[in-house]
């Protein structure tokens, strides 16, 4: 049975990374571009659970309600946008010298 819900999965996430690759096209994230650089860091931790999340919702049955649904996808959304900021720290104000 696993092989089968695999193979079944694997358009899924195809289609997440697809969409990671045309947010990375769009944003063209780079050290000089942070906030592009934070959304991108946002989409690419979301998009595949995403997509995940419709493709379970529209074919099989599902006891979780629509806010615990869009809640885990938020969440992940939320992670990849504070993770960017380990790679990418905000800058601090120069000190005055007195």
Same mark, same amino acid.
């Given at each position: 049975?696993?092989? &089968?819900?695999?193979?079944?999965?694997?358009?899924?996430?195809?289609?997440?990374?697809?969409? &990671?690759?045309?947010? =990375?096209?769009?944003?063209?994230? @780079?050290?000089?571009? !942070?906030?592009?650089?934070?959304?991108?860091?946002?989409?690419?931790?979301?998009?595949? =659970?995403?997509?995940?999340?419709?493709?379970?919702? @529209?074919?099989?049955?599902?006891?979780?309600?629509?806010?615990?649904?869009?809640? !885990?996808? =938020?969440?992940?959304?939320? &992670?990849?946008?504070?993770? @960017? =900021?380990?790679?990418?720290?905000?800058?601090?104000?120069?000190?005055?010298?007195?």
């Amino acid at each position: 049975m696993a092989p &089968i819900l695999i193979s079944l999965l694997q358009p899924v996430f195809l289609l997440g990374g697809a969409l &990671i690759d045309l947010a =990375y096209w769009y944003l063209k994230p @780079s050290p000089t571009r !942070v906030l592009e650089m934070r959304i991108f860091a946002a989409i690419a931790t979301a998009a595949p =659970y995403a997509v995940y999340m419709i493709w379970v919702v @529209s074919t099989l049955h599902v006891v979780w309600t629509i806010h615990m649904q869009v809640g !885990v996808v =938020y969440v992940l959304l939320m &992670i990849g946008w504070c993770l @960017s =900021y380990l790679s990418y720290p905000p800058q601090r104000p120069e000190e005055k010298q007195a």
